[in-house]
């Protein structure tokens, strides 16, 4: 299952934040979610925001880090992408 990760930079709540992804399927993104056991309320319409202390983790189960503007490329053109505010389309999660 393909997964990528972005750098833990932005920044929220005096922490610091990364997010998670699959180009796949949101199921093999719950699926990973699950596994690391990360909070199913960590997940944002197509992501998983990951705090900067289990980024490592991430990347260890196998996650490919790769730029922020790679990250929204790649949803996209898996037909994965929700930007903030738009509802989720039937069958996509």
Do not use: C, N
């Not at 056991?37 to 990951?50: N, V």
């Not at 994965?80 to 989720?88: E, N, W």
Request: hydrophobic share 40%.
């Amino acid at each position: 299952m393909p997964l990528y990760v972005d750098q833990p930079v932005w920044q929220w709540r005096g922490r610091q934040w990364a997010h998670l992804i699959s180009d796949r399927s949101f199921d093999d993104l719950h699926h990973a979610a699950r596994a690391l056991q990360i909070p199913e309320r960590a997940f944002d319409g197509d992501h998983y925001d990951i705090p900067q202390e289990r980024w490592a983790d991430v990347v260890a189960y196998g996650a490919r880090p790769v730029s922020s503007r790679e990250i929204v490329r790649l949803l996209t053109a898996a037909g994965l992408r929700r930007p903030k505010g738009r509802p989720r389309a039937a069958g996509r999660g």
